[in-house]
């Protein structure tokens, strides 16, 4: 696990279609229209958010806790515009393990934009912060958010059973995906192998 490459300066990652970078006040509005929406949080333990103030302080949050070095929090920009936001949290040393999640404003929902932030963020933690495990957890009715982490290469490792209490939900099921360094690896050169054939 290589915390240079995570903390050292926020990692800008980019590709064709999107880039995933550090969020700024000047993405407020877009930030509040996210958490503001009830139905982009339907399957997460947050809260929806009606005061745009309290969503200014928690863009001066992100900042704090990259500081600290607890989260990593990149807003998905399509053509400099802010559609969502992607996240690396509860790092552990001890077994190079890190957690993932995402959401997306309502409008840029189906149309890639997480598969493709997802496979950014993946590469970055596997290649270049050298963890060997990266996981999300899914609640069992996201069928959009399990589609995301199959499309990457993550594999179904089972159902924690009432495990978990997230904000809002009460005590919920939580499937866990998760995917290692070494099928990163087979899975990188199965797609690159798909792209050239």
């Known amino acids: 696990m290589n915390l240079i490459a995570l903390f050292s300066k926020f990692p800008l990652l980019r590709s064709d279609m999107l880039e995933l970078k550090n969020i700024t006040v000047d993405d407020l509005d877009e930030v509040f229209a996210i958490y503001s929406n009830e139905r982009v949080f339907t399957h997460c333990g ?4 009606t005061n745009k103030a309290t969503v200014q302080n928690m863009i001066g949050h992100f900042d704090r806790d990259f500081h600290k070095q607890t989260r990593l929090k990149w807003g998905i920009y399509v053509e400099g515009r802010l559609t969502g936001i992607i996240e690396a949290f509860d790092f552990s040393k001890k077994v190079e393990m890190v957690t993932i999640g995402y959401f997306l404003a309502e409008h840029h929902w189906g149309k890639g934009i997480a598969t493709e932030a997802v496979r ?3 590469e970055f933690l596997f ?6 495990r990266i996981q999300a957890e899914v609640m069992p009715e996201n069928e959009a958010s399990k589609q995301i982490l199959l499309k990457n290469g993550f594999m179904l490792e089972g159902t924690l059973r009432q495990a978990t209490l997230w904000v809002g939900k009460g005590i919920v099921d939580l499937e866990i995906y998760s995917m290692l360094r070494s099928e990163y690896a087979i899975f990188k050169n199965k797609r690159l192998d798909e792209v050239s054939a």
């Open 127 to 132: 290649e270049q912060a050298e963890f060997n």
């Open 120 to 122: 950014l963020v993946t």
């Open 46 to 49: 947050i809260l929806p958010k």
